[in-house]
């Protein structure tokens, strides 16, 4: 079995490869090709801690087989200058069913979250959009801006961050990685203004994206808020998009961002909810005008997960990174 830190993870599985991989199991997921139950989430009831299992099996020639995520959400990791997502990815032998890699799962998350936020931004924000607002300035923020950079010509990029510091700390990396326009905003409301792409990472129940400051056009991806009870943007705000999702049925179970609006009486219950990959597919035409807002709602999936896990595993035996060890009886 070979296990890898998230340095190597991260050296194995680029921008690039991350969104094609992203972007190939979103339609293997939409055409049936995965089987996934919705991921289980305990709680201790003694602090604010989640810890999530997520298992699947994936179908195809490549990245595909049974895997798991197993992720522990530890909020009280921020003020220790550590990840608030910490766990593993596992992939096993289609065949033998060995355990064959065992790697970081927060460097998995970081990429393939924001990959897969750059395939539905691919897919449903205007052509020409390129003002970007970045609400949240952690892990998801960097990989987001990473990730969108290669999709779209930024012209600017604006980011808010409820810590100044935190804020600052952002733009000096940002500057010396993305050859672009990077301005800190004084409330969620000024990142916002005139953005026709927006990504909001911030883990919240108060929600910090209202329905007026968003313009027409803008494309939103929001992953921040990935259990229930956690929201981003306020019904309003959900109500007045299209809503795009990675998993219908993850959504309508998992997230209060889908239900805020049906339960305040914005939207009815039987909205539609395209999948990602059902426009991949063809089979959902997307965006339908340039000022329509649309809004793709991130909750992740273990096939995400898996597929990365397998890709992370063959690279690394191409680049020779990891360590091996012998996990058989």
Known sequence: MLLLNGDQVRQAFPVAEAYR?????MRRYSAGDVVQPVRTVLGSGRDASLFGVMPCHVTGEDHAGYGLKAVLHAPGNASRGLPTHVGVVMVFDPGTGQPLALMEGAAVTALRTAAASAVATDALARPDAGDLALIGAG???RSHL???DGIRPLRRVR??????ARAEEFLKWARSRVDVDIEPASTPAHALHGADLVCTTVDTTDPLVRAADLADGVH?????SSVPGKRELTASAVASCSVFVDSREGALRESSEISAPVEEGLVPAGRPLPEIGE????????????????????LG????????GFAVLNAARRLGIG??????C
Do not use: C, I
């Open 21 to 25: 991989v992203m972007a190939e199991v």
């Open 139 to 141: 892990t998801q923020a």
């Open 146 to 148: 990473l990730a969108l």
């Open 159 to 164: 980011v808010w961050n409820r810590s100044a």
């Open 220 to 224: 939103v991806n929001a992953v921040g």
């Open 279 to 298: 426009v991949l597919l063809g089979k959902h035409p997307g965006r339908t005008g340039p000022a329509e807002r649309t809004l793709y709602k991130s």
């Open 301 to 308: 999936m273990a096939a995400q997960d898996v597929a990365s």
């Open 323 to 328: 360590t091996e060890t012998d996990f058989t």
